[in-house]
T-cell receptor, first 114, second 116 residues
Framework: DAGVIQSPRHEVTEMGQEVTLRCKPISGHDYLFWYRQTMMRGLELLIYFNNNVPIDDSGMPEDRFSAKMPNASFSTLKIQPSEPRDSAVYFC????????????FGSGTRLTVV | AQSVTQPDIHITVSEGASLELRCNYSYGATPYLFWYVQSPGQGLQLLLKYFSGDTLVQGIKGFEAEFKRSQSSFNLRKPSVHWSDAAEYFCAVGVGRTGTASKLTFGTGTRLQVTL
């Protein structure tokens, strides 16, 4: 099993540009999570999906952030327009059976907005 | 709302020494508790988890943790630390619909340094 796959690993973009982060969860996992990690705020849950349906997006910071899961094997997190304060590491994680076996995290995407 | 406190930001231990990382949680019911480890530039790896039953749980890499309801704690331990254990450790509480651990809230992490 290749685990949770995120792309790109690193992204540098200019303020105002659109950024799209991608995630492929583990096959068969029915939950998918997007987290953001910063020094100031630690790990924050942005949004999570169950069976491709968004369940809780209360952590999405602003309308500039949006997430989709068009099918069971792919999810995107989009920031439009991006701002320097969006610079962080964004993690995707997936789980099976409502988290009963813990979450599996991807290696993250380090986003830098200049 | 649930919360997790890791009171130690940074801990340094000698290789071969024992280790205990502290974690306290706040939640009205018995939570689902987890410990994760993060090496530099990597994602988080699950070390162990507690859902119910035996309060002492064993994990990977020789780690264990004990759930103490009276103290709202879930401390992580290892009897003999190896240099490769140097990393950041996160405690997390899972709260979701009844019987689920859908939503994880993480502590701020403890950075472990191991001296040779």
């Amino acid at each position: 099993d290749a685990g949770v796959i995120q792309s790109p690993r690193h992204e540098v973009t200019e303020m105002g540009q659109e950024v799209t982060l991608r995630c492929k969860p583990i096959s068969g996992h029915d939950y998918l999570f997007w987290y953001r990690q910063t020094m100031m705020r630690g790990l924050e849950l942005l949004i999570y999906f169950n069976n491709n349906v968004p369940i809780d997006d209360s952590g999405m910071p602003e309308d500039r952030f949006s997430a989709k899961m068009p099918n069971a094997s792919f999810s995107t997190l989009k920031i439009q327009p991006s701002e320097p304060r969006d610079s962080a590491v964004y993690f995707c994680a997936s789980s099976l059976r409502q988290g009963a076996y813990g979450y599996t995290f991807g290696s993250g995407t380090r986003l830098t907005v200049v | 709302a649930q919360s997790v406190t890791q009171p130690d930001i940074h801990i340094t231990v000698s290789e071969g020494a024992s280790l205990e990382l502290r974690c306290n949680y706040s939640y009205g019911a018995t939570p689902y508790l987890f410990w994760y480890v993060q090496s530099p530039g990597q994602g988080l790896q699950l070390l162990l988890k507690y859902f119910s039953g035996d309060t002492l749980v064993q994990g990977i890499k020789g780690f264990e943790a004990e759930f103490k309801r009276s103290q709202s704690s879930f401390n992580l331990r290892k009897p003999s630390v190896h240099w490769s254990d140097a990393a950041e450790y996160f405690c997390a509480v899972g709260v979701g619909r009844t019987g689920t651990a859908s939503k994880l809230t993480f502590g701020t992490g403890t950075r472990l340094q191991v001296t040779l």
